[in-house]
């Protein structure tokens, strides 16, 4: 579908998700559980990843060019499933896809939201990549939900590429951890956002080291309501008295992408397939 044109959707049009890899699929995980009965595709980009230290302009390009594809496949509403793309390039992509009526759901704003009602002091910290803390969005989201909260963040370089690294955690990511919370502590901050989609798969070392009295916010849960009321206001929820289906590609390696992108979806791939994008360049 060219730029700018309207096509009529359907309920029956899957939902769109990526990620630059498998992070985005514990956002996944909470619309299989919360919306089952749509039907899904995924794409993770881990031929570029990491986003973390890309530049504004290239997770720009990136994005435009996945948005691309997923509309090739018939998809009714895209969700960015990552927050570097998501600080940088979600204006991009609702520009790619002005007029064709499919909408568009960040990650970035559902996560600001409930940090800010889930905090009791006004101090709230945020963990996520260079890229995502360099843009400012998370700043601007938290203080435009209540002005008068603070946000501590921490730009963590190192924790990302590692979870996507792979299982078993080791004593490394535990120490990486350690360093990137040590300014949340000094901080006193009472709620932390996880922002990277990655983040949630060493939540359990996140909670040890800031301790049980501090709230660690996800964006899943945010953006599977999101989701569920753009579908509704535009009467695109698949009805369907069963579960749908969900499908992968990726830009990288088909095995790989399967075997560790099950551990983060808690459920069986099935197929992944390969696909090439136009601006293949790599990390």
């Not at 699929?25 to 794409?43: A, F, G």
């Not at 230290?53 to 996945?66: K, M, Q, S, Y």
């Not at 049980?212 to 599977?224: E, T």
Request: charged share 20%.
């Amino acid at each position: 579908m060219a730029p700018g044109v309207r096509v009529p959707l359907d309920p029956a049009q899957p939902v769109g998700v990526f990620d630059s890899g498998v992070g985005g699929l514990t956002v996944l995980h909470e619309l299989l559980v919360s919306l089952p009965s749509e039907d899904y595709v995924y794409l993770g980009d881990t031929a570029r990843f990491p986003y973390g230290d890309r530049t504004p302009e290239e997770l720009r390009a990136f994005a435009v060019d996945i948005v691309g594809w997923l509309v090739e496949q018939g998809v009714k509403l895209i969700v960015v499933a990552c927050n570097s793309a998501s600080a940088a390039a979600l204006e991009a992509v609702e520009a790619r896809l002005a007029g064709s009526g499919i909408q568009v759901v960040g990650v970035l704003r559902p996560a600001a939201q409930l940090a800010v009602v889930t905090s009791h002091t006004g101090r709230i910290g945020l963990l996520a990549t260079p890229a995502t803390v360099a843009t400012g969005a998370y700043e601007r989201a938290v203080l435009a939900a209540d002005p008068h909260v603070h946000l501590e963040s921490v730009a963590c370089a190192r924790l990302a590429p590692i979870i996507q690294g792979g299982f078993p955690f080791d004593e490394r990511v535990v120490t990486t951890v350690r360093e990137y919370c040590e300014p949340l502590r000094r901080a006193a901050v009472d709620t932390v956002i996880l922002g990277s989609t990655h983040y949630p798969l060493c939540a359990p070392i996140l909670q040890r080291i800031l301790g049980r009295g501090v709230r660690l916010v996800s964006a899943g849960a945010g953006v599977s309501r999101s989701v569920e009321r753009a579908l509704a206001a535009a009467e695109l929820l698949n009805l369907r008295a069963g579960e749908g289906s969900y499908r992968f590609a990726t830009t990288g390696e088909p095995g790989t992408f399967k075997t560790l992108g099950s551990r983060f979806l808690q459920m069986p791939l099935g197929e992944v397939v390969h696909v090439q994008l136009e601006r293949a360049v790599a990390a």
